[in-house]
């Protein structure tokens, strides 16, 4: 079964750096899109980076300058380097694909890693 798995999350001063990583299994993971999410308490989910399967990235406003998404495929991993952490940062990151088949899509989220910028 499709599975994403989070790491690399943690508590973080402002400023800071970290390094997410997601490992995908279950599924052609080089065919695949592939995105990172995060969710602030009390705020709606909201798209951070996509990265194409063949490794074209785009950001959400904002983060460009202080983002980094990027894959291996072949250890069907995907990766978010933050930099400059803020405490608005502070949320759940969560790695995101969506499988097609001819039937139709489905959407596959990891269980999230908590991002806690704070002094």
């Known amino acids: 079964q499709v599975q994403l798995v989070e790491s690399g999350g943690g508590l973080v001063q402002p400023g800071g750096s970290l390094r997410l990583s997601c490992a995908a299994s279950g599924f052609i993971f080089g065919l695949n899109d592939m995105s990172w999410y995060r969710q602030a308490p009390g705020k709606q989910r909201e798209l951070v980076a996509n990265?194409?399967?063949?490794?074209?990235?785009k950001y959400a406003d904002s983060m460009e300058d202080r983002f980094t998404i990027s894959r291996d495929d072949s250890k069907a991993m995907v990766y978010l380097q933050m930099n400059s952490l803020k405490p608005d940062d502070t949320a759940v990151y969560y790695c995101?694909?969506?499988?097609?088949?001819?039937?139709?899509?489905?959407?596959?989220w990891g269980q999230g890693t908590q991002v806690t910028v704070s002094s």
């Open positions: 990265i194409t399967n063949g490794g074209n990235a």
């Open positions: 995101h694909t969506v499988i097609r088949a001819w039937f139709g899509s489905t959407e596959y």
